[in-house]
């Protein structure tokens, strides 16, 4: 069976453990202690809350300079409701590359509204504020599994919608969804849109305890691979793990709409899809303070200023580069954009012409971890990991040791594409 072929059999379907309803009493987060059990009843106006890593990544100072106004995030998920109060205003025409009833702002599962509220979200009647306010948001709407049961749809939905995506004056695409199947006309659309100049995040997945395969589109070489990690730095022990991570992001305890009905918001382990979000606003953050770099300079400051205890220029399987500190930039002016026309996960030129030998050299991209990078610390299903609170990488802000929460678990979704 070509990979192709497989497209049309093979479905992608979101994964996600039922989480808590936010609680009326708001929670205090200790960096160090762990966290409290948020009470079982639901109010939206308590929500923000409950974003813990705002503070941690000091996202009030970060506003001051940039909330991410210029920048366009093409979210490829269930759809975003443009309704909720948050995102009133937030959202552009899209697509809808389902090729069923409804559009891409008919959002079936809330997964997707959720990714585009911890992008861009402003907060407003008490909903989630997301990383990046001043962004903006274009939807792309794909089937999941139970939506493709239900209805006639496109196959090559997924492809369709980041070649979509490539040709609109989006820069980043954020895809909270994957697949463990390779094919060959998303394979050709994430390298189109890697010549078009944009920036592509996707999750890792969250199956590290169930088989904790390759998922796709975040393992392919142009496309960077985000994990999870918790509050002290270390992976979800749901998280997956390989040389397909490039870098890991908040997760863990993060809020999201519980259902399609969008009455209120649950409390539950966001994983690698909330991480993959919070990544791309990280980016248009970055991207929004100098609007002249390419893809390839924004990428090389968040790899360069990441958070990590081993040698700069390896990965680590679990957390790639390092816990992602977008702070670092925007506060203190850190972090290399080299070359613009060389990428950072493939050493080879954007451009079209073949990479330097310089360029090319020995840093290890995707298929080269370095296992010397503090993996096993990283490790947070390992028993050794728990016992060692010296092992915990925490996320250093602004030059002050405040530990993040960046977690873990299931919230979301690697989608898998089946027949219906």
């Known amino acids: ?9 093979v479905r992608r379907a979101p994964l996600r453990v039922s989480g808590s309803l936010l609680g009326a009493m708001a929670v205090t987060f200790a960096w160090s202690a762990g966290f409290a059990e948020a009470a079982p009843t639901v109010i939206a106006a308590d929500v923000q809350s409950k974003q813990w890593y705002l503070s941690a990544m000091q996202a009030e100072e970060m506003w001051k300079i940039t909330t991410g106004e210029g920048i366009k995030v093409a979210i490829i998920d269930t759809g975003v409701n443009s309704s909720t109060p948050s995102l009133k205003g937030q959202v552009l025409n899209g697509l809808d590359a389902t090729g069923a009833e409804g559009d891409e702002n008919d959002d079936y599962d809330g997964h997707g509204t959720t990714m585009a509220e911890l992008i861009a979200g402003t907060g407003q ?3 989630l504020k997301g990383l990046a306010p ?3 948001i274009v939807p792309m709407r794909v089937a999941d599994t139970q939506f493709q049961n239900k209805h006639s749809v496109n196959a090559y939905d997924a492809a369709d919608s980041i070649r979509a995506a490539a040709d609109s004056d989006v820069k980043i695409i954020s895809m909270s969804f994957g697949s463990e199947f390779e094919m060959d006309r998303e394979i050709e659309a994430v390298k189109y849109a890697q010549r078009k100049g944009k920036l592509f995040f996707a999750a890792v997945g969250n199956e590290a305890k169930k088989g904790n395969k390759a998922i796709y589109p975040a393992a392919y070489p142009e496309v960077v691979g985000v994990a999870a990690a918790d509050r002290a730095g270390k992976v979800s022990e749901t998280s997956q793990y390989g040389n397909f991570v490039d870098i890991a992001a908040p997760g863990n305890d993060v809020p999201f709409w519980c259902d399609q009905k969008f009455e209120g918001y649950c409390q539950g382990n966001g994983g690698t899809s909330a991480a993959t979000a919070i990544a791309s606003a990280s980016a248009a953050l970055v991207w929004s303070a100098h609007p002249d770099w390419t893809a390839n300079q924004v990428l090389n400051v968040l790899f360069d200023t990441a958070s990590r205890d081993w040698e700069k ?5 679990y957390l790639g580069h390092g816990l992602i500190r977008p702070s670092m930039n925007i506060l203190k ?3 290399d954009p080299g070359d613009p026309d060389i990428s950072p996960l493939t050493k080879e ?8 030998s310089a360029s090319a050299s020995s840093q290890p991209g995707k298929g080269e971890t370095d296992e010397k990078a503090g993996d096993t610390a990283m490790a947070g299903s390992t028993a050794d990991a728990e016992k060692d609170d010296n092992s915990r990488l925490g996320l250093i802000i602004g030059g002050a040791a405040a530990v993040v929460v960046l977690g873990g678990g299931a919230f979301v979704l690697v989608r898998r594409r089946r027949a219906g």
């Open 1 to 9: 069976m070509t990979a192709d072929m497989s497209q049309t059999r």
């Open 125 to 127: 009647g008490g909903g």
């Open 134 to 136: 001043g962004a903006k």
């Open 313 to 317: 220029d390896t990965l680590s399987k």
């Open 333 to 335: 002016g850190k972090g």
């Open 349 to 356: 030129r954007t451009s079209g012409s073949p990479a330097s």
